[in-house]
């Protein structure tokens, strides 16, 4: 008996082993953990009345002091600003279209400088430029607008690097991340996709390394993404080599044969401060292929810019986006009240910021 025992053990450790072998040849610089040193229970806090059948999206903090994110449930005016201090919304643009001032599909956000914010549209491949300035005051015609290069494929997400130079996130056959010059033309492709996934079609292999936005932290000179269809971060440095994959704690991955129709859902929206990164993360897997609701997860995963897991925050309701501000050591987010989406908040602690 003692032998057969034995035996098992051996079995489940070379299992393991082969797991981690496999799941490593993946991912550049590949690490995992279990388990969160520190965990808390965090309360989600209302910031007002405002219910939305949609989750508001790609929230983004201007001067600390107010909100821009996307109404989904608005068909008409797209964008609003809205004023922290005084708990309402102080200004509201872009329309749906293609004309200037219009939008198909925001994925995101460039801060250009302190008074320049760009708006990127995946649908359109454009990002429409904005004097932050204007936007308070009232004033919500764009500066310009600039197209960017598709010549090696689509980018999904784009972020500022340097005073000549953007990052994206993207299709670019057979590649993950491109850089972009200052005219938005694609200069270089970085990081093949697996070879395995190639053998897919071309929306499997996309799906599989979909991600949920990219971060960039210009004090060290690092970017981080987070990867929705299961548990891992990647933090690159601005020549695009991973400093470090962090893979865990639940260790979901995709069924790379194509085999399983339905992914575990992982990291959604990310957002950082000078030494941390936070990520809200799921970690169930959606019953159908409709159950969207999954994607939003109850926690909140903290890292440092090293890579190494800090905290996991816990609260009582799925969480959708959020951004941080770090003079008031609040994390902005949306959330589901089991009706309605709403606008609220956590307080940090200071270990936390």
Known sequence: ??????????IFMLMACSKD??????FENYHQFSSFPNERLGEIKSLDSNTFDLPP??????????????????????????????????????????GPGEFLGITGYIKLDSNTLGIYDVTLCRITYYSIDKLLSGFSKPDSMKKVSTDFGIPYFIQKIDSNRYVAIGMFHPNRYAIL???????????PIPQKLLDLANNKYT????????????????????????????????????????????????????????????????????????GVYSGET?????????????????????GRPLKRIRTDYRMGNLTLSESQKRLYLVYYDEEYFRLGYIDLQEDEI
């Open 207 to 278: 799906y599989s390394f979909y991600h949920s936005g990219i971060i960039y932290n210009d004090n060290l000179k690092r970017l981080t993404v987070g990867m929705k269809t299961y548990d891992m971060l990647q933090i690159l440095n601005t020549d695009i080599e991973v400093v470090k994959s962090v893979h865990g704690p639940d260790h979901n991955f995709p069924d790379w044969t194509g085999k399983q129709k339905l992914y575990p859902e992982g990291y959604s929206p990310l957002t950082g401060s000078t030494h941390k990164i936070y």
């Open 57 to 98: 999206s790609k929230l983004f903090i201007l001067r600390d002091t107010y909100i821009l994110l996307e109404n989904s449930d608005n068909d008409e005016v797209v964008l609003w600003i809205y004023d922290l201090q005084k708990r309402t919304v102080i200004q509201r643009f872009g329309r749906k279209g293609k």
């Open 21 to 26: 072998k496999r799941n490593a040849q993946y």
């Open 181 to 191: 010059d200052r005219n938005l033309s694609i200069i270089s492709t970085h990081l």
């Open 1 to 10: 008996m003692r032998y057969i025992r034995l035996f098992i053990i051996i």
């Open 286 to 306: 959606p019953s159908t292929i409709n159950d969207w609701i999954k994607s939003f997860g109850k926690n909140i995963h903290i890292f440092d810019w090293e």
